[in-house]
Each structure stands twice: as C-alpha cells, then as structure tokens.
C-alpha cells in the first residue's frame, strides 16, 4: 500500500470515528427525539467515506411516541448540522422487506446507542 493510500485510509478512519464520537456525544439529545436505536452504516462505517460521501443512519423510533415526518426532517437537519454532512436514514422494518440490502447493512453496521 503507497503512502498516499495509507494516509488516505486513515483520514477516512478517523472521519468514521469523528461521526461516531459526536453521535454518541449527542445520544440524549437523539434519544429525546424518539429514537430508540441509532447505527452507523455504509461508507463511513466501512472507512470508505470520500469528501461528498453521505452518512448513512439506521433507527428505529418509539412505536408508542408520535413521531412525525416533520420530526424526521427535524432530526436530519440537527443531524446534518451536527456531522457537516448530509444525513440519509433507514428503517429496519422497510429494510428487512428487502433481505439482501438488509443483510448488506446488517453487516456494516456500527451501534451508537
């Protein structure tokens, strides 16, 4: 591996730990929103982030809390501020309709909370 891939690698670790550190730094913040479950997935949770790379969430939400779409809109432009990249999410219960993308996530995935 050249020199440039190695440092290459290593800023793309350290962003995955950078997201990872100010999630879980803002865990309650999240949890009060309604969600229940938070996971990194995709390309920064493999390290793999470039400079317009997206973070991919997973949550899961309070079945009993009314959470809305404009909660949801709420939460990713938080998000967006917070991490200084754009945020898409996922549901397990619309992802688990679909096994091999479910699986693929599955196996990314980075538990914050």
Same mark, same amino acid.
């Given at each position: 591996m050249s020199s440039t891939a190695r440092a290459e690698s290593r800023d793309q670790d350290a962003e995955r730990e950078r997201v990872l550190l100010l999630l879980r730094a803002h865990a309650d913040n999240? +949890? &009060? &929103?309604? !969600? $229940? &479950? %938070? #996971? %990194?997935?995709?390309? $920064?949770? +493999? =390290?793999?982030? =470039?400079?317009?790379s997206d973070v991919d969430l997973l949550i899961e939400v309070d079945p009993? #809390? +009314?959470? $809305? %779409? !404009?909660? %949801?809109? =709420?939460?990713?432009r938080f998000l967006t501020s917070l991490l200084l990249r754009p945020v898409e999410f996922a549901f397990p219960s619309r992802l688990r309709e679909r096994p091999r993308i479910w699986r693929r996530v599955r196996a990314d995935a980075v538990d914050v909370f």
């Open positions: 999240i +949890r &009060r &929103r309604g !969600v $229940t &479950r %938070l #996971a %990194l997935f995709g390309s $920064t949770a +493999r =390290g793999e982030a =470039g400079p317009s009993h #809390a +009314r959470f $809305t %779409l !404009v909660d %949801l809109a =709420g939460l990713e």
